[in-house]
């Protein structure tokens, strides 16, 4: 699987631990920045996961910033792409599961390194389980992004 990550300046610092922790277990990472830590903004980072998806670059992405709302709000901004803001396991595995997410945000002013990398297995191991319940409901969401509302 390819993983896209990206961090602003304030998911910098995780972002690499993640890089190195996500390589070791044998994903592919497409690190699309920060390459360091001095100011950015975390829209730009959110665009550039969200355009990695849509131009199947990668099937998921993992994106930081200091509290992972901004990024969330940002990533759901763009087609098809359904971010989720998760800082339990269990949000984690059931998003993707019933809400087929495709990119997790983290905040990295609000959880640890460990917490980060369980969070992060847990998001990458879970498949969309393509129950009926669950597809119809992406569909009402399809549709809400094409209309606009």
């Not at 997790?104 to 390194?113: D, M, V, Y």
Request: glycine share 12%.
């Amino acid at each position: 699987m390819h993983i896209a990550l990206a961090a602003d300046h304030a998911g910098f610092e995780l972002k690499e631990k993640m890089r190195a922790y996500i390589e070791g277990e044998g994903f592919h990472v497409i690190d699309l920045g920060a390459f360091e830590e001095k100011p950015a903004d975390y829209p730009d980072f959110a665009k550039a996961i969200g355009e990695a998806i849509q131009k199947g670059k990668a099937e998921r992405g993992i994106l930081i910033c200091g509290s992972g709302v901004g990024a969330c709000v940002a990533a759901n901004k763009m087609k098809g792409i359904r971010a989720g803001l998760c800082h339990d396991t269990y949000s984690a595995h059931q998003g993707v599961e019933h809400d087929d997410i495709n990119v997790l945000c983290l905040g990295a002013r609000i959880i640890g390194e460990e917490l980060a990398k369980e969070l992060v297995m847990a998001f990458i191991s879970a498949r969309f389980t393509g129950e009926e319940r669950h597809v119809r409901r992406l569909a009402k969401v399809e549709a809400m992004e094409k209309a606009g509302s």
